[in-house]
């Protein structure tokens, strides 16, 4: 699953090239992203020609919503961990679907029991 950050440094091709050839075969299999990546990744107001490529990303990925129990997994992670909603968020996702989280802020992460992280960077 694909945080808001990974997504960004793919697009401006911002990653090594291992990291690189690693979210290549991520897309090419239909990338999953929380919701809140795409609020977080939609909500500039960026170029238009820059806004066409993040709302096609958007469009071809699977947008994994808010439901009851990723709500009741985020709360249970603020009420355990020192964490920004929109990470716990990101985190409670991820566990739920039991999904890796891709993303370039693993410190964020790294406390969360059970909660598989790569960093693209480091590949």
């Keep these: 699953m ?23 075969k ?13 609020i977080e990744v939609l909500r500039y107001n960026a170029p238009e020609n820059a806004y ?3 709302t096609d990303f958007m469009a071809d990925s699977t947008v994994l919503d808010l439901d009851n129990q990723v709500v009741d997994e985020t709360i249970t992670i603020c009420k355990t961990h020192r964490i920004k909603l929109p990470d716990a ?11 890796q989280l891709l993303t370039r802020n693993v410190s964020d992460f790294h406390h969360i029991k059970g909660l598989k992280v790569v960093n693209p960077h480091d590949l």
């Design 52 to 54: 066409k490529v993040l």
């Design 89 to 99: 968020i990101i985190a409670a996702t991820a566990s739920v679907f039991k999904l």
């Design 2 to 24: 694909i945080d808001t950050n990974t997504a960004i440094d793919y697009l401006d091709d911002k990653l090594p090239q291992k990291g690189m050839q690693f979210m290549h």
């Design 26 to 38: 991520v897309i090419d299999n239909v990338p999953l992203a929380p919701v809140i990546t795409k």
